[in-house]
C-alpha cells in the first residue's frame, strides 16, 4: 500500500527523528510514504476567522496532490494533521470557503474535499493492525510502564478529527500493548501542554506540563509517548518533572528490531 505523506516542517529539522522512524517502520510493515513534492508549510495552526483563505491555501494543494495520485494522505506531527483534517473538513462542507479557494487557485478540476487524511497511528490501528503489528515485534518492550500523551491536537475537535473518543482515547494504549509493554493511563494525558503559548505565558506552560508528567508520574509510568513535536519541546524543555519523553515512532522501531539501523 503506497500513501501520500505530508511531513511538515519540523520533521525535516528539530523533528527529524519522528520521520526518520516512521518510515523505516513503514517499510517493515508493508506501506509506503511517498513524500509529496513541493509541499509547503501547513501554517501551524489552524485559521478561525470564517473569511480566511490565504493560509489554508498550502494545506489544499497537499490535498489534491494526493488526490491526483488517487491515494490517502498520512501526516504524523498533530499540528500539520489537525490543520490539514480541520482544512479538509472546510473544503468538503463549507461552501464560501470551497468556492473562494478554487476560485483562487483555478485547479484544472476543482477540489471539493476527496482526499481521505490519516494519522500515521491510524494507519497502523485501521490499514496495517495492531494484530500484524504484534507479530512483527522481535524486542517485545516487556516490563516497561508507559504513558501515552495525546495532547489536544489529535482529539479536537472530536466530530471533525474523528481520531479516538476525545475524552477517552484508547489508540495509542492499543500501540503500546501491541508492543509487549503496559499502557499507563492516567488523568492528564489528553489535557494541553501549552503549546502555543509556551513562549509568552512560560510560567503558566511550564505548570501544565509539571503537572501532566507529575500524573503520569504517579499513576506508575516509567516514560511517556507523544506524536506531538510540540508537546515534545514543552514536556522536555518546560518541566522539572523527571521523566522521559519519546515519540511513539521511536519506540515503535525498537521493537520491530530497526531502531539502530535508523540511527546508524
Same mark, same amino acid.
Given at each position: 500500500?503506497? @500513501?501520500?505523506? @505530508?511531513?511538515? #516542517? ?7 527523528? +519522528? ?23 501547513? /501554517?501551524?495552526? $489552524?485559521? +478561525? ?29 498533530? /499540528? ?23 476560485? $483562487? ?5 476543482? $477540489? ?5 487524511? +490519516? ?29 501515552? $500523551?495525546?495532547?489536544?491536537l489529535l482529539l479536537r ?20 500493548? %501491541? ?6 493511563? @492516567? ?8 503549546? @502555543?503559548?509556551?513562549?509568552? *505565558? ?6 501544565? #506540563? ?10 506508575? %509510568? ?8 510540540? #508537546? ?17 515512532? *521511536?519506540?515503535?522501531? *525498537?521493537? +520491530? ?6 540511527e546508524e
Open positions: 500500500m503506497k @500513501y501520500s505523506y @505530508y511531513p511538515g #516542517c519540523t520533521l525535516k529539522n528539530k523533528a527529524k527523528d +519522528l520521520d526518520r522512524y516512521a518510515r523505516a517502520c513503514a517499510r517493515i510493515l508493508g506501506f509506503e510514504l511517498e513524500e509529496i513534492d513541493d509541499w509547503q508549510c501547513c /501554517g501551524g495552526v $489552524y485559521p +478561525l476567522g470564517k473569511d480566511e483563505i490565504a493560509t489554508k491555501l498550502s494545506s489544499v494543494r497537499a490535498l489534491s496532490k494526493a488526490k491526483e495520485k488517487g491515494q490517502d494522505l498520512v501526516t504524523i506531527c498533530s /499540528g500539520c494533521h489537525h490543520v490539514i483534517k480541520r482544512v479538509n473538513d472546510d473544503m468538503r462542507n463549507v461552501e464560501n470557503i470551497r468556492t473562494k479557494v478554487n476560485n $483562487y487557485m483555478q485547479p484544472e478540476v476543482p $477540489y471539493l474535499g476527496e482526499t481521505t487524511v +490519516l494519522h500515521y497511528l491510524e494507519v497502523l490501528r485501521d490499514r496495517v493492525g495492531f494484530e500484524k503489528i504484534k507479530e512483527k515485534v522481535v524486542h517485545p518492550l516487556t516490563g516497561k510502564k508507559i504513558g501515552a $500523551y495525546y495532547g489536544c475537535p472530536g466530530k471533525i478529527m474523528a481520531f479516538d473518543d476525545p475524552e477517552n482515547p484508547q489508540i495509542m494504549e492499543n500501540f503500546i500493548r %501491541a508492543l509487549g509493554a503496559e499502557p499507563v493511563i @492516567y488523568p492528564y494525558r489528553n489535557e494541553c501542554c501549552g503549546g @502555543y503559548i509556551s513562549l509568552k *505565558e512560560k510560567e503558566m506552560t511550564e505548570n501544565l #506540563c509539571d503537572k501532566i508528567k507529575e500524573s503520569a508520574k504517579g499513576f506508575g %509510568a516509567d516514560m511517556m509517548l507523544t506524536a506531538c513535536p510540540l #508537546c515534545m519541546y514543552n514536556l522536555n524543555k518546560n518541566s522539572s518533572v523527571q521523566l522521559p519523553v519519546y515519540y511513539f515512532t *521511536e519506540i515503535l522501531a *525498537e521493537a +520491530l528490531g530497526v531502531k539502530e539501523e535508523v
